[in-house]
């Protein structure tokens, strides 16, 4: 599936097969998914058009595949692997690379938006980036093993040092990361988990991943806070994961916290947001951990874990709400523009 | 129930009623249980004739009660609540207790063993050391939370620092401790936990519990470490529990640890013992952590999160396999002393 | 010396001396210092009226003093100890205090703010509260500890999760704390030290702490970014503490930060500050830190390690431009309204 | 410097200059240095005869050189630049080096061990092990940079998490790495250094690094502990780095340490050694940390802030006691041997 220029939009169409490099691998594609980033290249929004250069390219970066020929220098795969990408391919020796955060490489380059992505019938990875699943993993649940790092990454920010053990949960924004955020967070022993979210086929998704109790703040109003507490034993969120980028939800987030809780920033907010630095970072002693991408690789065996526990995969599978064979991309984009759709997996049927 | 004199055993006696100082809280025994030092001071084994110099006493630290009378101090507790006993009474003023490690004060009290415990109608508690329960929590699971405590600082000992989501866990010795610790390592998202027990009850509940894998290594014998590693992706355990106290068990602890991999040790050996340091901590990168009480008391908050997870009530419950009325003490001791029972409960019943 | 009315300015009257509870010392005053609380209490400004309810009441909360009398229950003090007060009073028994973080009680009482301070004869302390000094430590030195530990604090947040051994640190406005944090930076091993501070006074005195660069940013302007980077390997720093509260400097905060770097926020900004949270936080995956107070007492023993390493203690004497005598407060205040002091140590001379 | 055969001494001999591959750079060396490792492979000792296979082999691993030749996939070299060897060559690939353990590669492979070193004119370096130098550092402490790390991964073991900022430290046993940990302590804001060696030469050295005591425990006896517990205000050491692999030093380790405290054991001990667990470490809730090479790279980049620090090279160049042309390096490993020297420079003299 290629965007075939500065425009809306993408057209199936026939391009070379890739040949992987001495440290690249050749991965037949059994299943991709699509992620908000693919949505944007998709619509050309503004976003888009600021970052992704490189047209025609081919885009999609979230996959399963076969391994079908390794490049000379690998010695960690070999043909019939099955791997899933991680996307941010990274130089290996820049300061953040040789300091355990290659997820914010300096020159990092992202498959499917600075070279060629997955949405194709056949994608090149380098070794490092090729992820090894369980042969007897539904390809439709590797190929969602990215945005479940970001869930869980957004739980486990740093080496570890928080984790969620017994702790009560907030997750402000339940779109397919949230409701993963949600799922795993029970998963890893929170005690409670609220989640926010408005969409009603969302907050029942959010129900089903386990969350304790679902609020609405459109209709909850300032009762959403009390309610948190509530159900928070009286003491607040100790974690707080804000996964909307909406200013209501960046103020609800500080506001729900305990004194000495943590939160987690992924969603986007697009433009400055206003906060009160003094009542919500300072006297309370926060601690915000920004989240991008995931750790490489420690959360990628933290998400192979839990993809081990009982219960788990049933769970993903709920949150995968459609299935759409490749070629009907533009289906799954309005699938997914019309809130119809959690996560929507593509098929490998050309 | 009194040790009376320096010597094997106990009796019912009738004591006067404690009083509570300014700091403390009067308590109405529901329910206590049986820990190893119980069973050390009852048998007056060596441990005891060293380490217990108050006779008369009255013995026993796990319980759960109701508040009667508060002291005129007290702010956090009033009469009804439901409390347990952290048993380690603390000065709050060292080196220790002043760098959030009370839980290893240098002029630690222990209740049972220096000062008359809960092996009785009703006991005294200061206010920071009485845990306020969940109204509906049974009697007999509250009890049991000191030793639950134990199993989860040697999973998270050290500030959280060390977290156990997707990890690969070993349990050596499944004492009520070590069953604890499997449950508890499965509730907070392991991907594997394998057990090593030699007696059959206990390898049983091990399974209950939740273990992936329960070996008998005097059966196994060098097959032991090969099962292991097997059963963890061929890299070993992450983390290892070493509950048992055995020399063989300390040799298999490291032998099958990954390079990099942890190691809590809370079983006593009662002798020193031999390790090859080069092979199991240096060339390993091990890290080890000595497992003493429990952390106070951010382990009692993960403890209660455990304890509101959904299936978790169930599984200690199992681990109790007895419950006596407390004047039966002696027989409570002989089913520990003989290996039928696991955890034993003794029921306010005088 | 006494806010006696809910006004400006405060009084030398005669109190009673003050009696200690059985958990509590009195303590003589031997030197106390001026802290920018004690400046909105004396000015009575917003904040003042809001948080302080209790007048007549004396005020001040940094000192060392001499323990001329002990409660009955007092166990680690005696008279003749040379002390200094952690000014929050805490009740030891909500949940941030069982987990390891006092200095945020949900119930704290302030010194000199919610009771009886310092700036007196005699000041009552509850004994966890009295910090033993070495007997050989300047009063006027001993007396700036609370700051010194905001200055640590803010290098040191976490459980000493994030030290500063070989980093780059900037630091945003260099007011007594901002020019501790610099003196304390380079002497835990920092590798480079930058500092930014309009004023000249402290410009020069950051220079003296130890900082490689200072800058003045109304001066460089757009150039004050590139200067850092520059002075920092190219990489930006990778902690930033923001002592300053000036909107301009929290923006920088983050431009100047290396990606994964951490702020720990201090300063406080009166009003809501408008950040741009995607570049600032997500995209760079930033680490952000709440400060406010210091670790009881974590961080007391760092600043203890601190003072006693070579050449510390003649920076904090000059980091204290004035001694004044108690009596003459109104000059006092007029030094550091008037930003001819730093640091303003008061003289125990009636 | 030529091993030619399995057997004791080295000779000097002509070998075709090395040609770096894609991923790798050719260094000129300028000075290189003699390692323990590199005294073994001389001698050919019990450890050397088991672990070196490939001879004739160049040995040696300690360097600093000039790049005078980049492979064609290096990007963050060229020619011109001064840089150092990170002695552990890694596959990039494994569960440790995918968790930010390269360090413990399951597949390490380790210069003049495994392949050829940098007792040389030239030596061939993989791009991420040549870690660049600031250009005005003298060669000479260049190369020592490796076990100079070995000291910082000691004192800060594990993702930072352990700083010395203010604590407690002891050293046992001033060899180079020992006396390197020294000095690094003191400069990283310890409060307190004690370290015991046997050697004359050494313990005045360990006196010029800073230490604030040093002990000869075949003198001192029982003493011993004693001392260190008065020069360490009464508590024990909060640190201990065992750097003598003396199995009286591992007692004294776990004696002299604070409940509580942590151990980092870097001494090879060559036997298996016997240890109270339940006193040393069980009660004592100490944490060990098994050491091996340094963290690739966050160790690094402490060694170059600490080089930074103001002092702290000249306090290198003391541990250098001896400069020596390396086609003299029979008299080096005498001096060594004889231990008239702590660490012994190699001039590129040929």
Same mark, same amino acid.
């Given at each position: 599936?290629?965007?075939?220029?500065?425009?809306?939009?993408?057209?199936?169409?026939?391009?070379?097969?890739?040949?992987?490099?001495?440290?690249?691998?050749?991965?037949?594609?059994?299943?991709?998914?699509?992620?908000?980033?693919?949505?944007?290249?998709?619509?050309?929004?503004?976003?888009?058009?600021?970052?992704?250069?490189?047209?025609?390219?081919?885009?999609?970066?979230?996959?399963?595949?076969?391994?079908?020929?390794?490049?000379?220098?690998?010695?960690?795969?070999?043909?019939?692997?099955?791997?899933?990408?991680?996307?941010?391919?990274?130089?290996?020796?820049?300061?953040?690379?040789?300091?355990?955060?290659?997820?914010?490489?300096?020159?990092?380059?992202?498959?499917?938006?600075?070279?060629?992505?997955?949405?194709?019938?056949?994608?090149?990875?380098?070794?490092?980036?090729?992820?090894?699943?369980?042969?007897?993993?539904?390809?439709?649940?590797?190929?969602?093993?990215?945005?479940?790092?970001?869930?869980?990454?957004?739980?486990?920010?740093?080496?570890?040092?928080?984790?969620?053990?017994?702790?009560?949960?907030?997750? +402000?924004?339940?779109? &397919? !990361?949230?409701? @993963? #955020?949600? *799922?795993?967070?029970?998963?890893?022993?929170? $005690?409670?988990?609220?989640?926010?979210?408005?969409?009603?086929?969302?907050?029942?998704?959010?129900?089903?991943?386990?969350?304790?109790?679902?609020?609405?703040?459109?209709?909850?109003?300032?009762?959403?806070?009390?309610?948190?507490?509530?159900?928070?034993?009286?003491?607040?969120?100790?974690?707080?994961?804000?996964?909307?980028?909406?200013?209501?939800?960046?103020?609800?987030?500080?506001?729900?916290?305990?004194?000495?809780?943590?939160?987690?920033?992924?969603?986007?907010?697009?433009?400055?947001?206003?906060?009160?630095?003094?009542?919500?970072?300072?006297?309370?002693?926060?601690?915000?951990?920004?989240?991008?991408?995931?750790?490489?690789?420690?959360?990628?065996?933290?998400?192979?874990?839990?993809?081990?526990?009982?219960?788990?995969?049933?769970?993903?599978?709920?949150?995968? +709400?459609?299935?759409? &064979? !490749?070629?009907? @991309? #533009?289906? *799954?984009?309005?699938?997914?523009?019309?809130? $119809?759709?959690?996560?929507?997996?593509?098929?490998?049927?050309?």
């Amino acid at each position: 599936m290629v965007k075939p220029r500065k425009a809306a939009g993408g057209e199936v169409r026939s391009v070379p097969e890739p040949t992987p490099g001495d440290n690249e691998v050749l991965v037949r594609v059994l299943a991709s998914s699509i992620c908000g980033t693919d949505v944007h290249i998709w619509e050309w929004n503004a976003w888009a058009q600021q970052r992704v250069q490189r047209v025609p390219m081919v885009f999609g970066h979230e996959l399963s595949g076969e391994v079908v020929r390794v490049g000379r220098s690998v010695r960690s795969l070999e043909v019939g692997d099955h791997v899933s990408a991680e996307t941010h391919i990274v130089d290996g020796t820049c300061y953040q690379c040789r300091t355990g955060k290659m997820h914010i490489c300096e020159n990092v380059q992202v498959l499917g938006v600075d070279r060629d992505g997955v949405f194709a019938e056949y994608a090149v990875l380098p070794e490092i980036n090729a992820w090894k699943n369980a042969p007897d993993l539904d390809p439709a649940i590797a190929s969602v093993q990215e945005p479940l790092g970001n869930a869980v990454h957004a739980l486990l920010p740093e080496d570890n040092v928080e984790d969620v053990a017994g702790k009560r949960v907030l997750v +402000t924004g339940c779109g &397919p !990361i949230g409701l @993963l #955020a949600v *799922a795993a967070a029970k998963t890893l022993g929170a $005690q409670t988990v609220v989640a926010t979210e408005l969409n009603p086929l969302r907050a029942r998704l959010a129900r089903e991943m386990g969350a304790d109790l679902v609020l609405d703040p459109t209709q909850e109003g300032a009762a959403t806070v009390t309610k948190i507490r509530e159900a928070t034993d009286g003491h607040g969120a100790d974690v707080v994961l804000e996964m909307s980028g909406h200013p209501a939800s960046l103020s609800l987030a500080f506001d729900a916290l305990t004194p000495g809780g943590r939160v987690s920033l992924l969603g986007l907010f697009d433009r400055p947001a206003t906060l009160d630095i003094d009542g919500a970072l300072v006297f309370k002693a926060a601690r915000v951990h920004g989240i991008f991408g995931r750790r490489m690789f420690e959360t990628w065996f933290q998400v192979k874990g839990l993809l081990a526990t009982q219960g788990f995969r049933e769970k993903v599978l709920k949150i995968i +709400t459609h299935r759409v &064979p !490749i070629p009907e @991309l #533009a289906r *799954a984009m309005e699938l997914i523009e019309s809130k $119809q759709a959690a996560k929507v997996s593509l098929e490998a049927k050309w």
